[in-house]
């Protein structure tokens, strides 16, 4: 009968109806869990594992508790600041078909309304509360309820942001987004209620930089008021762990080594046998002031029978215990060990593997929760710096870490070695080829100095298509293949030079060449050996 019904159900056919022979009714049992009832090991079974449980807490909402803990704890503070100063360590670069002076403008605005550090103290804010904004500033504009449109945006009217956390400062409005074309916005507050010295004033959603914690399911999102999740949720657990054993082992060291007196008769001075509570009570005193006094200049004195003891404890594996609380910390802030705690993680560690990863890390955030900020606020900079939206108008980011010299010189011999033997395999064209380098400057630092007007004016031919003076190597001359292939100009000069040494060279054929007078001669040996003699005695007359 189960066959038949596995056959049904693998056709595709509807099951019969009011079939409670093969229908479970009851209440559902998870049969892919284990459980040994006899050794009281897995589900259902009386163990102290199967006590345990993971209560809903919600500590992002414990606002004072975040708040200590960011102050105090400079394990909260590295987590938190860390990825927001690698995010936004630098301002990314705006591309489009843009003139280097209008990106110098651009890079100008930015620096002078100090937009980064704004935008950089958000993200902060955005970490350690689970949500933070930005009010884009535009000069003129009174009515902050009114949606944002660039043509609005005045020549010299953007004056920065002004960040807000969720706590002190930006509160999300009852109102909800229901335009399903706007995706972005589609199911978030249409206005957020700021709250800033001057007062409180309604803004809307479209001159609002949203900076949200960790990612919510929809319930929570909702709980959260449409804001995301602290980071220090995430870590506070293994926080504890950290910190529990880093008091306890302070705690140790204070243990490590105890000195005692050995006194035979200190069971008669407690049960009071032999002598009165005064006895034992001085007793005690002399023991204190003993040890009050005790140090490496000390004198004790102990009876006949005293023995003076030392009691040493011994640390082994509590380091090993002690770091892996410490991994397991960083584990769950998603930043690698070195750099949370500024050493190496063990012997053998591979750190470097560690930090790419982590640069992974940051150009996944970069993607998913910096770009649609920098996609908003771009287009509202280029309005006010240069009257229009250029097409194309886009951005990328540069690596947040610094390289060496050495490691500059190399990325950038492999890439231009990397796109040469492209070009000459007919892989690519001249004026790709330029572009690729053009590119790549923003990674090695080098080629920045090839401009677009020189691009353009660059043959879009394969290296199988092209001449000599094309290639970069006019004809007598030396050249470089990504040149554009224009002739330059020497010096006036230069060009004399070159004249007298053609002249010379004119000369030295016309006196070198076969006279006609002298052609017949030179078929017999005689005649030839004549001839050669003449031509050195005229060159060392000449030297």
């Known amino acids: 009968m189960e066959q038949e019904n596995v056959e049904i159900v693998t056709t595709g056919l509807p099951l019969p109806k009011d079939d409670h022979e093969n229908y479970v009714t009851g209440t559902p049992v998870i049969g892919d869990s284990y459980s040994n009832p006899a050794a009281r090991l897995g589900v259902g079974t009386p163990n102290l594992a199967q006590t345990g449980n993971y209560p809903l807490i919600r500590l992002t909402e414990d606002y004072p508790l975040i708040l200590s803990l960011y102050r105090s704890s400079w394990i909260v503070r590295k987590v938190v600041d860390q990825i927001a100063n690698d995010t936004y360590k630098k301002f990314p670069m705006i591309t489009g078909d843009l003139k280097p002076d209008q990106v110098r403008a651009l890079d100008t605005v930015i620096k002078k309304t100090g937009t980064l550090g704004k935008m950089r103290s958000a993200r902060k804010w955005g970490r350690l509360f689970g949500g933070a904004a930005g009010i884009i500033v535009i000069e003129g504009h009174n009515d902050l309820m009114q949606p944002l449109d660039l043509d609005d945006v005045e020549i010299g009217s953007y004056k920065g942001i002004i960040p807000l956390d969720r706590w002190s400062g930006i509160i999300p409005g009852p109102e909800i987004s229901s335009d399903i074309n706007d995706c972005a916005n589609f199911g978030l507050p249409t206005y957020y209620n700021c709250v800033m010295d001057s007062g409180q004033i309604n803004v809307h959603h479209s001159r609002i930089l949203r900076f949200c914690g960790r990612e919510l399911p929809q319930w929570e999102l909702q709980v959260e008021l449409y804001w995301g ?14 910190d529990y054993s880093s008091w306890n082992i302070v705690s140790l060291l204070t243990r490590a080594q105890v000195l005692s007196v050995e006194e035979p008769q200190l069971a008669t001075l407690m049960s009071g046998v032999g002598g009165s509570n005064k006895n034992y009570d001085q007793f005690i005193q002399r023991m204190t002031n003993i040890s009050n006094s005790l140090n490496n200049q000390g004198l004790m004195i102990l ?3 005293g023995k003076l003891q030392t009691t040493q404890y ?13 991994k397991d910390l960083a584990a769950s802030t998603d930043i690698p060990y070195e750099i949370i705690f500024g050493r190496e993680s063990g012997l053998g560690s591979n750190s470097e593997g560690s930090l790419q990863l982590y640069d992974n890390l940051i150009g996944e955030k970069r993607e998913s929760d910096e770009d649609p900020i920098m996609n908003k606020l771009i287009p509202v900079i280029a309005m006010s710096t240069l009257g229009h939206v250029p097409d194309n108008l886009g951005h990328s980011w540069t690596p947040f870490r610094a390289l060496s010299q050495e490691q500059r010189t190399n990325l950038g011999r492999s890439t231009s070695d990397t796109i040469t033997e492209s070009f000459n395999s007919d892989l690519i064209t001249k004026r790709e080829a330029r572009q690729a380098l053009k590119d790549s400057s923003s990674i090695n630092g080098m080629f920045d100095s090839i401009t677009k007007e020189s691009i353009a004016a660059t043959p879009d031919k394969y290296a199988s298509e092209l001449g000599m003076g094309e290639l970069g190597i006019p004809e007598g001359e030396g050249g470089d293949l990504f040149s554009a292939g224009e002739k330059k100009e020497k010096p006036a000069k230069n060009k004399r030079n070159r004249d007298r040494k053609k002249k010379n060279r004119s000369d030295t054929v016309a006196k070198d060449s076969f006279p006609a007078v002298e052609s017949e001669a030179l078929l017999n040996p005689v005649g030839l050996l004549d001839w050669i003699s003449n031509k050195i005695n005229l060159f060392r007359a000449s030297r």
């Open 229 to 242: 999740m602290s980071e220090v949720e995430i870590m506070f657990d293994e926080l504890q762990k950290r």
């Open 303 to 305: 009876g006949k029978d």
């Open 314 to 326: 011994g640390f082994g594996g509590i380091s090993n215990v002690y770091h892996e609380f410490m």
